[in-house]
């Protein structure tokens, strides 16, 4: 098959996919009420969407706020400006940094979790079982872990973004000697609430999306152990790309 | 719990519960149904057989509305299921029970919740009346004492028990085993057979039966489909179609290994494709 | 279910974890000046240069900042700068004769408003307009003023030595 003709399937191909996971979300959205009624089940997906990811969340966000601390004050002393580590640093964390690294880790962690989880009850034709009790799969399976994770994704950045900024403050405050007081009165004066608000959105929307694309992939996968294995490397491919693709849009409509 | 459909409460019930008309479905290219035609009568045990890859399970997704066929009619309780509504057609399901190959458990769920499953769903029954509901159906498949073991914990003839307890949750008019017997060891098997008769028995239920286990189903059927190229090539009790005249149908109840089915696959002349790399 | 209850437990120190982030998120880090509109008063003032001065700039006396800068505004009658400003409500004693000057803070930083009192009796209050203003200065004039004085300095050299 001629190039032309291979591009012309493949984006095709991606179009049809971009409108069936849309179909899909409408009818994720469309349960939700419903799933609603059960509080328990989104409860638990919450935890292990949310609760089970604290650990990585933490570790990296302790660690990502180390090298910022370690890079920003190098960067900033050949101007003079070490003063402005706090301030660069939380703006870089809230904007940028947190959101999309908490989405990657997120992609990763809970990601690959629910949709090697709904992957497998495909192919154990557990999905189609609940179809045969007359259970809807979507609103019982599909909609709780949607929730769970659309609520635990911006409060993970924000646990990120916090446990960094302390990472920030080890490294600069503690070790290389920038000034406590200049670190935090520097932050205050630059870093306004409607950056808190820009990390928060982002968390949300990065969420709404990985989230989506994970329980597709899962829902979706071919009733056979490599199709789940496929599904959960397209999870975070697809994830990755999507946040990166999202942030810049978001980022030019919040600036 | 929910009713069927009102329109059987007010007609005397016919005698077919499922009636497949003329049906015609194909998938990727390939052609599985050119014109099936069977039916399921009421309160019987009825084994749908044939070779591998005749479209046995593609019927029973035909006969739940997993799928639609391209032409001809599958009628269950007299209403066209391809026509149905997504609410009718989950009214419908709420009459069938379903037993699946490996069971298909729920599995992060105990035996007792699996049970429950249905009941949970469909009903606000208090926990008492539930609680004594699952117990009474594990206790006719045998694991009442299991009511606390996880999936995981089960071996695949328990399992599959455990299964069925749940298809009869709901108390169904009709159950469908698809594959039952399949990688069973000789007690799990008779453990199946012997239930699967008792329940349609005692509970006046039709059941529905794909399978290919031969000797199993000849004990445990009334009357008998054998399916082969999209359609069906015969028909009746199991015990007369061993002697039937068709060489296909004897060559599959008897389990001849060469016949109407070819050994061989096709392939190009032995001696051509052998003594070529001679030269 | 079993485990239902730690779960629970654990779901909820979860959320609370994050909230709380967001709390220490939102008051620790970000600045806490001037915010509702309840403890601040607006005044205006009209420039005919406003340089590089921006929305959110301080306003400050003394080197103290008692304010932001809440909007700018053009306006097409008279072809001048509407600078609002925000002041906060302790704030009340500012004479309304004071001068609010455009300043850059540093050699290269951003400009800000600064307000040096006059003394006048009566103090600005909501919707006063500040009389005596100073525009930011343009690189550009501060060049033609040079060369400007450099040239009239020859010219006011020459006739002198002319009437010898």
């Known amino acids: 098959m001629s190039l032309a003709r291979e591009l012309l399937n493949s984006t095709t191909q991606v179009i049809a996919k971009m409108g069936a996971v849309m179909l899909f979300l409408g009818r994720i959205l469309g349960q939700v009420p ?101 259970v809807d799969s979507v609103r019982r399976v599909v ?76 829902y979706t996968a071919a009733p056979t152990a490599e199709g789940v294995g496929q599904a959960t490397t397209r999870t975070v491919v697809i994830s990755a790309v999507l946040t990166l693709a999202l942030d810049y849009i978001l980022t030019a409509l919040l600036l | 719990m929910a009713s069927a459909p009102s329109s059987t409460r007010t007609e005397t019930l016919s005698q077919h519960v499922v009636e497949v008309r003329d049906v015609a479905y194909s998938i990727g290219g390939r052609t599985i149904f050119s014109g099936l035609t069977l039916n399921i009568e009421r309160g019987r045990v009825t084994a749908i057989m044939g070779p591998s890859g005749t479209g046995k399970t593609t019927l029973l997704k035909l006969i ?183 060489e296909l149908v004897r060559q599959f109840m008897n389990g001849i290994a060469d016949g109407p089915v070819a050994f061989h696959y096709p392939a190009p002349d032995l001696r051509e494709q052998l003594l070529a790399d001679v030269d | 279910m079993q485990q239902s209850r730690a779960m629970e437990v654990s779901t909820g120190l979860f959320v609370l974890l994050g909230f709380a982030a967001l709390l220490f998120l939102a008051t620790q880090i970000t600045n806490r000046d001037v915010g509702a509109n309840g403890k601040s008063y607006e005044v205006t003032a009209r420039y005919e240069n406003i340089g590089g001065l921006k929305v959110g700039a301080p306003v400050s006396m003394a080197g103290v900042t008692i304010g ?14 509407v600078v609002k400003m925000r002041i906060k409500d302790e704030f009340n004693k500012i004479p309304d004769d004071s001068d609010a000057s455009i300043m850059t803070s540093g050699l290269l930083g951003g400009q800000y408003v600064g307000i040096s009192a006059g003394g006048s009796e009566t103090f600005l209050k909501a919707g006063s307009q500040i009389q005596f203003v100073q525009d930011a200065l343009v690189l550009e004039n501060l060049i033609n003023r040079l060369v400007a004085s450099f040239a009239s300095k020859k010219d006011s050299d020459a006739p002198a030595e002319e009437k010898k």
């Not at chain 1, 409860?43 to 180390?66: D, E, K, P, R």
């Not at chain 2, 059927?221 to 068709?246: C, E, M, R, W």
Request: glycine share 10%; proline share 3%; aromatic share 6%.
């Open chain 1, 143 to 218: 909609a709780p872990r949607f929730l769970g994770g659309l609520i635990a994704m911006p409060l993970l950045t924000m646990i990120f973004v916090a446990i960094a900024i302390f990472g920030v403050q080890l490294v600069g405050v503690q070790q290389l000697g920038v000034d406590r007081g200049t670190f935090w009165s520097q932050m205050q004066g630059s870093v306004k609430m409607s950056d808190v608000t820009e990390g928060w959105i982002k968390g949300c929307v990065f969420g709404a999306a990985c989230t989506l694309v994970a329980v597709y992939e899962g």
């Open chain 1, 34 to 134: 419903a799933s609603l009624a059960r509080p328990g089940l989104i409860v638990a997906q919450i935890h292990n969407a949310g609760a089970l990811s604290l650990v990585i969340i933490m570790t990296c966000g302790l660690f990502v706020g180390m090298v910022l601390g370690l890079q920003g004050y190098d960067l900033l002393q050949r101007f003079g400006s070490e003063s402005a580590l706090g301030t660069g640093t939380a703006l870089a964390l809230l904007r940028e940094l947190g959101p999309v690294v908490t989405a990657l880790l997120f992609a990763g962690r809970a990601g690959t979790a629910l949709a090697s989880e709904i992957g497998l009850m495909r192919a154990t034709d557990q999905l189609v079982a609940m179809e045969m009790m007359a």
């Open chain 3, 68 to 81: 932001r800068v809440d909007g700018i505004a053009f306006d097409q009658k008279v072809y001048k700068a």
């Open chain 2, 64 to 246: 739940t509305g997993q799928i639609r066929p391209d032409r001809g009619q599958v009628l269950v309780e007299g209403r066209d299921v391809a026509r149905l509504s997504r609410r009718e057609l989950y009214a419908l399901r709420q009459r069938m029970g379903m037993l699946f190959q490996n069971g298909a458990l729920l599995t992060d769920l105990d035996v007792f919740e699996n049970v429950a499953f249905p009941l949970r769903e469909h009903t606000k029954l208090p926990e008492p009346l539930i609680s004594h509901i699952v117990l009474t159906k594990l206790q006719s498949v045998g694991l009442r004492g299991a009511w606390a073991l996880m999936p995981a914990e089960l071996s695949g003839g328990m399992a599959r028990r455990v299964a069925l307890a749940r298809a009869m949750a709901m108390d169904p008019d009709m159950l469908i085993y698809d594959e039952p017997f399949a990688g069973l060891d000789p007690i799990s098997m008779g453990v199946i057979l012997r239930l699967l008769r008792q329940m349609n028995d005692a509970l006046g239920i039709t059941s529905i039966l794909v399978s290919h286990d031969v000797e199993e189903i000849t004990t445990v059927a009334d009357t008998s489909y054998i399916l082969a190229d999209g359609k069906v090539v015969a028909h009746g009790n199991p015990q007369d179609l061993k002697k039937s005249d068709s």
